[in-house]
């Protein structure tokens, strides 16, 4: 291991612990010193780091929570139980697999499609637990991934019987025991009521075993919050559908986790923003003021407690919700506080705009702030936020108008039934100056110069610039994660075939929590030579013999006797989810800061993260690669990982995917249907927060249609709002093989193609093909593309290129 992957490491152990929260706490941990421990759980000797698919990062070294707790000093005493355990799994994989590739046989599909992402249920398992000592530890593991989704069924999203058991079990025999739960996204618990301590590790990334072993003796502390609810699973709403083929109706509206459950009065087991540490805190003294549209609230935070510790204030709004109903609050602000030790204070300020919590009024085509009361709610939770000021609004201001540009929606919006809540007397009203808010009128007739460069390429020359840098051989070598020529497991790159005139290639590099490229590669005079096969590992199992014999003819590449062998090991982050659980911009910045520093030390310009599609259903596949279920707290973190990154030059990020995303069932072709409020208030809000507060340099539209009309093919979303609303100022791509290379079968929405999404002022369709090349320049010809679209993607993709790989 080098110096950079030490440093990186060490780094990644210290930030990992505020990425955790404790769910429960009897007082039993930490632990004073190390001694005989029992650990048990799937996740003991199998501790997930991260997500499959795209999310996977070729580390060095994944340290396990058996292994960070043995490293740690402790004794364990169930050695035959993990034995056991593992062959228990190894059994049941072997049976996962066979249904795999018999549910693909029945499709007519490969079984390494149908497997990507597939989640193999927790198998049951009857084994002694027989561990010495007076602490145990249960370890509930749980994966998901890209191409499939959750199932709200035993060993997935609910427990199984086994698991309810013996977790139950550990509880009354150990005098300390700790649920640790290595998990993506909730799972049931509403089982286990008698379970007094119980940890969310979540997914950590390189050193999640070490990082729970220091939870455990008090080396750390847990201070983040919940990022999205975590309710019993019977108890979240059913108000849209989920999981159909074709079309996924989102009539839930505005209505999605937290704003759900406080606006129909309901408490969830663990409301958004909550979280446990190992000490206690008070927020006292709250005072509000207001300075033009800008809202700010001061309180004090102490440490109430007997151990050092972090507190996350929070304050949210309660509109007036009179001519628009609203939901019954939302996130404004949130400040956390450095470290205080017992008895320390600190005194924060939470300031937010009044124009940001406006809502959209679909008839006006407008956001606007209601003639009335806006309730400042402050607290540890959304659930316990309490009511410490009003800004009151004399007439309706509106703050922003705009065309409407989601498409013809099909939905109608879930409206919850009225609810009045009497309010504390004697609140201090805070009279709100109307001129003191702006009015946007935003301009679609933006002016974009083409390079002069561009100008003189021919029609061929500039089809190739708005595709990817295809292999000729096509098939699975341009898959996932093996497009990239200048850097081994990169997952693309712009073309190459226009160096002469002025276009170096840009390399992208997947993985959300990480740089996903192969560990190792071979270069002699003649370039680079992979040598790992062109598949993730994860998929690789679902290969026939026959299928990875020809995966691997496709893969080989001929290497010189005088070849250098070069190693590119990544750093696994914390997965998004736990980022957003930190609630910690400079955390998410210096996170974004090591990914930089490895994009610079491999040779990648663009990052094809973050990942930041809103928890709207907590059965998507990916949730683990994004934020939060608010797009608030996702707009920032995303803006903190962009500024790390982006600091570095030569450096940009991806952000993705635009948008509506919220499921991985047939993904390509399904149509997300989308009211325009719903969608501005919650779905394009984040990405708006990141293109405004960083800049990122690229954004990829996501798979899915928005209201009929792929999304990379709709002019609305990539000119209208994100280049003209946003401001954005850089380079959209399309996701991966969202062209020609993409097969749709039996779907009712057949799938994207290259000349419609460059018509829509999409630049770049990944990772390319010859397809796609004669897709252009037929829509060209056709007229249905014309020169002048053309040549100003092309002059999007030069600019990067310059700024980029020069």
């Known amino acids: 291991m080098n110096r950079r992957e030490e440093e990186h490491r060490a780094l990644v152990r210290a930030l990992a612990p505020g990425c955790t929260l404790l769910l429960r706490s009897n007082g039993d941990f930490p632990l004073d010193r190390p001694g005989e421990l029992a650990l048990y759980g799937s996740g003991a000797r199998h501790t997930v780091m991260g997500g499959t698919g795209s999310g996977e990062v070729n580390t060095r070294t994944l340290v396990t929570a058996e292994a960070g707790l043995r490293a740690a000093g402790f004794t364990l005493t169930t050695d035959a139980w993990l034995d056991g355990y593992d062959e228990v799994l190894a059994a049941a994989r072997k049976r996962f697999i066979r249904q795999v590739k018999a549910r693909a046989r029945k499709k007519r599909t490969l079984a390494v499609v149908e497997g990507m992402g597939a989640v193999m249920r927790e198998p049951d398992y009857d084994l002694p637990l027989d561990g010495a000592g007076e602490t145990a530890v249960y370890v509930l593991s749980r994966i998901s991934g890209e191409g499939n989704d959750r199932l709200a069924e035993p060993g997935d999203i609910l427990l199984t019987d086994t698991e309810k058991r013996d977790i139950l079990a550990l509880q009354k025999r150990y005098r300390r025991f700790l649920l640790a739960l290595n998990v993506g996204g909730p799972v049931d618990l509403s089982d286990l009521g008698g379970v007094e301590n119980i940890l969310l590790l979540s997914q950590l990334g390189i050193d999640t075993g070490t990082v729970l072993a220091d939870l455990l003796l008090g080396r750390a502390y847990p201070s983040g919050k919940l990022s999205t609810t975590w309710a019993d699973w019977e108890t979240y709403p059913r108000l849209g559908t989920f999981g159909d083929r074709d079309d996924t109706l989102y009539n839930e509206g505005v209505y999605v986790g937290y704003r759900y459950f406080s606006s129909v009065g309901q408490r969830p087991r663990f409301p958004f923003g909550f979280g ?29 407690g007997s151990r050092p510790g972090r507190e996350t204030a929070q304050l949210y709004v309660s509109v007036p919700g009179k001519r628009l109903d609203a939901p019954a609050l939302s996130l404004a602000a949130w400040k956390k506080t450095r470290e205080l030790s017992p008895g320390e204070r600190e005194d924060l300020c939470l300031s937010f705009r009044l124009s940001d919590v406006a809502s959209y009024d679909e008839r006006e085509k407008a956001f606007f702030l209601e003639k009335g009361d806006y309730v400042l709610r402050l607290g540890a939770s959304s659930a316990d936020a309490v009511p410490v000021a009003l800004v009151r609004l004399g007439a309706d201001a509106v703050t922003r108008r705009v065309r409407k540009n989601g498409g013809r929606s099909i939905v109608t919006d879930f409206v919850p039934p009225p609810r009045r809540e009497d309010l504390p007397a004697g609140l201090p009203v805070l009279a709100a100056d109307l001129s003191a808010i702006p009015c946007e009128d935003v301009r679609y007739d933006r002016h974009e110069t083409v390079e002069s460069s561009v100008r003189a390429l021919t029609d061929e020359e500039l089809a190739l610039v708005n595709v990817g840098a295809f292999d000729p051989r096509g ?206 208030e919650l779905y394009l809000r984040g990405f708006g927060i990141c293109v405004r507060e960083a800049r990122p340099l690229a954004v990829m539209t996501s798979y899915n249609l928005l209201n009929g009309i792929h999304t990379s093919e709709s002019q609305g979303l990539t000119e209208n709002i994100l280049r003209c609303e946003f401001g954005f100022e850089g380079m959209v791509m399309t996701d991966w093989l969202t062209g020609a290379m993409m097969t749709v079968r039996d779907s009712l929405h057949g799938p994207a193609h290259a000349g419609r999404i460059a018509a829509a002022g999409g630049d770049l369709v990944m990772p390319g093909s010859a397809r796609d090349v004669k897709d252009i320049l037929n829509a060209l010809r056709s007229g249905r593309l014309s020169r002048e679209q053309l040549e100003l993607n092309a002059s999007r993709v030069f600019r990067l290129s310059r700024r980029l790989a020069r």
């Open 276 to 304: 446990l540490g190992y000490t206690t805190f008070a927020l006292t003294g709250a005072a509000a003021s207001l300075e033009g549209e800008t809202v700010s609230v001061r309180v004090r935070a102490e440490n109430t």
């Open 475 to 680: 098939g699975l070598y341009g898959f996932v994660g093996s497009a990239g020529k200048a850097v081994p497991g990169a997952a693309g790159e712009t073309t190459s075939a226009l160096k002469d005139k002025g276009l170096a290639p840009l390399v992208m590099a997947d993985g959300p929590a990480g740089l996903r490229l192969n560990r190792r590669y071979a270069l002699d005079e003649k370039g680079t030579h992979s040598l790992e096969p062109p598949l993730p590992e994860s998929m690789s199992a679902f290969l026939s013999p026959a299928e990875k014999l020809v995966i691997g003819l496709l893969g080989r590449q001929r290497v010189s006797k005088d070849a250098r062998i070069v190693e590119q090991y990544a750093t696994a982050l914390p997965i998004g989810t736990a980022l957003a659980q930190s609630w910690d911009e400079e955390l998410a910045e210096s996170c974004g800061d090591l990914v930089g520093e490895e994009m610079a030390a491999f040779g990648v310009h663009l990052w094809l993260a973050p990942a930041m599609n809103i928890h709207r259903d907590i059965r998507c596949g990916r949730n683990f690669e994004y934020f939060s279920e608010d797009p608030l707290l996702s707009g920032r973190v995303a803006a903190a990982l962009t500024r790390g990154v982006q600091r570095h030059p030569g450096r940009g990020v991806t952000l993705k995917h635009f948008c509506a995303n919220n499921q991985e069932t047939n993904r390509s072709a399904n149509c997300s249907h989308v009211s325009e409020r719903a969608l501005r």
